[in-house]
């Protein structure tokens, strides 16, 4: 099975003189998904999307990638008629996202594990919102106009001339992903407010940057088709910190030169590149493999240059590499209320930073697991999980690694 590469890229805190201004257009999702991605297959997803009450529901559905920036390829997208079913195949084996939308209600982002699968059946439930109307601008003030406003790789909205957009949302947070032409990317949380809570402030937008580089073997060879990310670190934390992602986690693809070109960075992101301390990390299919020191970066015309080799042990990067191993664990329990099983809620995870998603849901008896993959060394691990009723209540819980069997009590 061909498995997927993608290479971290851990970077100083220096600035560089190969950042530049951002000023080119938004590309546009492409039309097949990055070389870098999935397996060879093509697996089919079906299922049925219903209302908070488990009744079909006519709508759309859209499948993206499960990727540090979902916006790189354009996904498959569904009608779903009356009956609430849907089917496709994917283009290939992989690691994807659903999303649905339809007239007053909206879904969370459901993750669809289809890498070792030849078929997934899977129900998607939307629960009732209300339009949430909010806006961008730049840090001078200015509207910024023609934004695009994703959730999970998925285009919902385009703001306006004045910067204004409008989201359908309910009091669960959808964080959005918003891009704009010469500005970096961020996220930001859209849930539904009361009517007395203080209109939202603008979404404001730091201009962006470009860093351009290059990805050679230990011999000098491009090495095309490599997912590249960056990740930052401040070289003073390097021994005891774990990296930092920009705000939304962009991931490009190298050229048959080995080339490639990061832009919507911010110039606020804490680190460009300086050519001191790089390494990176490949991600193939299902297993995670980290290479302590895999390729170093430097300066070299203008041009940051990541090759393959050892790292310099002063750098100190060895313990923060050790924050970062996978570390895979099982939550498993039962969801009650006043002591008897609550059947199909939806299992979400909703740690900050973490986008919230949905990770499974309950049986007829109420029992549940559900998977999570982390990094770090396993006795830090903890998850917080939010349990959904298909009435929409919702309760939060901490769980920790190697706690058995738990009961998961909804008021």
């Not at 106009?145 to 306006?160: E, F, S």
């Not at 299919?285 to 290479?291: A, F, K, M, S, T």
């Not at 393959?308 to 313990?319: E, K």
């Not at 559900?370 to 959904?388: C, M």
Request: net charge negative; proline share 8%.
């Amino acid at each position: 099975m061909r498995r997927a590469v993608v290479a971290a890229v851990l970077v100083g805190a220096c600035r560089s003189t190969n950042v530049t201004p951002d000023t080119a257009p938004l590309a546009e999702p492409a039309a097949d998904p990055p070389p870098w991605f999935g397996a060879a297959g093509t697996p089919r997803i079906a299922g049925s999307l219903v209302d908070a009450m488990g009744h079909p529901l006519a709508g759309a559905i859209h499948l993206r990638l499960s990727a540090p920036d979902a916006t790189i390829w354009a996904g498959i997208d569904r009608e779903v008629g009356a009956d609430g079913h849907f089917a496709f195949a994917a283009p290939r084996a992989g690691r994807f996202t659903l999303f649905a939308t339809a007239p007053g209600a909206t879904s969370r982002v459901v993750d669809v594990d289809a890498l070792m699968a030849d078929a997934i059946d899977i129900t998607v439930f939307a629960f009732p919102c209300t339009p949430q109307s909010r806006a961008v601008q730049s840090a001078s003030g200015d509207a910024i106009a023609n934004a695009r406003i994703d959730i999970a790789g998925t285009i919902i909205a385009h703001t306006d001339k004045h910067g204004g957009f409008s989201v359908c949302a309910n009091r669960r947070p959808l964080v959005a992903a918003i891009h704009a032409s010469g500005f970096a990317a961020t996220t930001r949380q859209i849930a539904s407010t009361p009517d007395t809570v203080t209109p939202s402030r603008p979404h404001v937008l730091d201009r962006g940057i470009v860093i351009r580089g290059r990805i050679l073997d230990a011999a000098g060879n491009p090495l095309p088709n490599f997912g590249v990310q960056p990740q930052f670190v401040y070289k003073p934390q390097m021994s005891h910190g774990s990296p930092s992602v920009p705000d939304v986690p962009l991931v490009v693809t190298s050229d048959a030169d080995g080339r490639f070109v990061f832009r919507e960075l911010s110039e606020t992101d804490p680190g460009t590149p300086n050519g001191a301390a790089y390494t990176a990390i490949s991600f193939q299919g299902d297993d995670i493999e980290h290479h302590h020191g895999a390729f170093i970066g430097a300066q070299v015309n203008d041009e940051l240059v990541l090759r393959r080799g050892l790292h310099q042990p002063d750098l100190g990067l060895d313990r923060m590499l050790e924050d970062m191993q996978p570390v895979r664990w099982t939550v498993r329990g039962r969801a009650t209320r006043d002591g008897q099983p609550v059947p199909d809620a939806e299992i979400s995870r909703t740690e900050i930073n973490i986008r919230p998603r949905t990770i499974g849901y309950s049986r007829a008896d109420g029992t549940f697991a559900v998977d999570i993959v982390d990094f770090g060394r396993r006795e830090q691990r903890r998850a917080t999980l939010e349990i959904i009723d298909a009435a929409g209540n919702s309760a939060t819980f901490e769980c920790a690694d190697g706690e058995g069997d738990a009961v998961f009590e909804l008021p």
